[in-house]
């Protein structure tokens, strides 16, 4: 229970940090067109993320003959070892670009 409302938090969190981000970004071409919400931007660029980082851990795993089990029980939940991680990295990938950007402009002062 407190795994699966750490993992919910994380989400809302992700998908907050990537509405700012997306906010700040301007998109000339498509001024005049029907917008979608950044929730809906947000969200569907999380699982795009997750998903490219997915396809890439299966190539990895699939070049290195890596032996992953198909899934590994947390609880109650069952999951696929490979799209649990791709889905911590793709959760965690704006506060890292955050992160790099602040020490970018700490380092340059």
Do not use: C, H
């Amino acid at each position: 229970m407190i795994v699966g409302l750490l993992v919910a938090l994380l989400v809302v969190f992700s998908l907050r940090e990537r509405m700012r981000i997306k906010r700040y970004r301007k998109e000339w071409d498509v001024i005049g067109e029907s917008k979608s919400s950044p929730l809906s931007e947000s969200l569907a660029g999380l699982v795009g993320t997750a998903g490219g980082i997915y396809l890439s851990l299966v190539m990895l795993t699939t070049f290195l003959e890596i032996d992953v089990p198909s899934r590994v029980n947390i609880s109650v939940v069952s999951l696929e070892p490979m799209a649990a991680v791709s889905f911590i990295l793709a959760i965690i990938s704006p506060f890292m670009n955050r992160l790099r950007k602040g020490l970018q402009r700490f380092k340059f002062r």
